[in-house]
């Protein structure tokens, strides 16, 4: 289950878009959800769902919470609002990391970077496609031994 957490909790939960594009028209805005079908682990490990939504929580701030419904039908969550500057803000819920940065180098795609307890956890890029309906998630994380890895996870639009 541990490895479930890496692949989703940050994954949305600590996206955010960018300063420069006004909050109504970011394309990142709105609910979505992972290709289950399509994740590179194992079936019987895969998550039954994995939901993430960014909203608008005004005065420049956004706000992103993550939702996993594991195997064992057991939902974590976690919630993060910042302004998407970069600068470390803290995680609620109970998922991979306790703070997260974020920042939009340009519109629809999103860079973050997670911690937990002060331990450098995963880099993650998300990529809303031209049609807005799929976000792609490329996540860059060490192994135990300090090797680099990369995955990609699909999300679709749900609203």
Same mark, same amino acid.
């Given at each position: 289950?541990?490895?479930?957490?890496?692949?989703?909790?940050?994954?949305?939960?600590?996206?955010?878009?960018?300063?420069?594009?006004?909050?109504?028209?970011?394309?990142?805005?709105?609910?979505?959800?992972?290709?289950?079908?399509?994740?590179?682990?194992?079936?019987?490990?895969?998550?039954?769902? $994995?939901?993430? &939504?960014?909203?608008?929580? /005004? +005065?420049?701030?956004?706000?992103?919470?993550?939702?996993? %419904?594991?195997? *064992? =039908?057991?939902?974590?969550?976690?919630?993060?609002?910042?302004?998407?500057?970069?600068?470390?803000?803290?995680?609620?819920?109970?998922?991979?990391?306790?703070?997260?940065?974020?920042?939009?180098?340009?519109?629809? $795609?999103?860079? &973050?970077?997670?911690?937990? /307890? +002060?331990?450098?956890?995963?880099?993650?890029?998300?990529? %809303?496609?031209? *049609? =807005?309906?799929?976000?792609?998630?490329?996540?860059?994380?060490?192994?135990?031994?300090?090797?680099?890895?990369?995955?990609?996870?699909?999300?679709?639009?749900?609203?």
């Amino acid at each position: 289950m541990k490895a479930l957490y890496p692949l989703f909790a940050a994954a949305a939960l600590y996206a955010t878009p960018a300063l420069a594009e006004p909050s109504s028209t970011s394309p990142l805005l709105g609910t979505w959800a992972a290709d289950i079908d399509r994740l590179p682990i194992p079936p019987a490990a895969r998550p039954k769902s $994995v939901t993430i &939504t960014y909203s608008d929580a /005004g +005065g420049g701030q956004w706000r992103t919470h993550v939702e996993v %419904v594991l195997p *064992d =039908g057991r939902a974590v969550q976690a919630t993060s609002t910042y302004i998407p500057d970069g600068k470390p803000v803290s995680v609620e819920g109970n998922l991979e990391a306790d703070t997260v940065a974020t920042r939009i180098p340009e519109p629809g $795609v999103m860079v &973050t970077a997670l911690s937990l /307890g +002060g331990v450098p956890g995963s880099m993650r890029t998300y990529t %809303v496609s031209a *049609d =807005g309906k799929t976000m792609t998630e490329t996540v860059v994380f060490f192994t135990t031994g300090g090797k680099p890895g990369m995955r990609t996870n699909l999300f679709n639009r749900v609203r």
